[in-house]
């Protein structure tokens, strides 16, 4: 990802069926341009369509506060479902949440399976 005269790999944003999978390097240190450059892939990947979207957070070391607005913003999702092992990922996002208010149902998972359960059930839920 191109980041302001510099080009670092942060994390990787695909698109697995119907779901968009964004995965974060090891150590990644998230800027707003990080976050802006993958929600626009997100929006390239989706064609239009609203999707959800699968976060696997492990391996994260920071994000800043601006990356976190502009995550919570408005953008084309259907939820968000955030996956960690980790209390302090959790802690985080409970945070995250508690403070931005995201635009699109946001929940943290421990479970993959649990996690993609919910981002594949009826839309109207939430």
Same mark, same amino acid.
């Given at each position: 990802?191109?980041?302001q005269? =510099? %080009?670092?790999i /942060?994390? &990787? /944003? !695909?698109?697995?069926?119907?779901?968009?999978c964004?995965? +974060?390097?090891?150590?990644? %240190? %998230?800027?707003?341009?990080?976050?802006k450059?993958? @929600?626009?892939r997100?929006?390239d990947l989706?064609?239009? *369509? &609203?999707?959800?979207?699968?976060v !696997? @957070? &492990?391996? @994260?070391? +920071?994000i800043? *506060?601006?990356?976190q607005?502009? $995550?919570? #913003? #408005?953008?084309?999702?259907? *939820?968000?479902?955030?996956?960690?092992?980790?209390? %302090?990922?959790?802690?985080?996002?409970? $945070?995250?949440?508690a403070r931005?208010h995201?635009? =699109?149902p &946001? *929940? $943290?998972?421990t479970?993959?399976?649990?996690a @993609?359960a +919910?981002?594949?059930?009826?839309?109207?839920q939430?």
């Open positions: 990802m191109e980041n005269g =510099h %080009v670092e /942060i994390g &990787t /944003i !695909e698109l697995s069926g119907q779901i968009l964004l995965k +974060w390097a090891p150590g990644a %240190v %998230v800027r707003e341009s990080d976050a450059a993958l @929600m626009q997100a929006s989706s064609e239009g *369509r &609203t999707l959800p979207l699968l !696997e @957070m &492990t391996g @994260m070391t +920071w800043d *506060r601006r990356a607005e502009a $995550f919570a #913003s #408005s953008w084309p999702l259907a *939820r968000a479902a955030i996956l960690s092992a980790s209390p %302090v990922d959790e802690a985080i996002v409970g $945070f995250y949440m931005h995201p635009d =699109h &946001t *929940r $943290f998972f479970s993959k399976g649990e @993609m +919910w981002l594949t059930e009826d839309p109207a939430p």
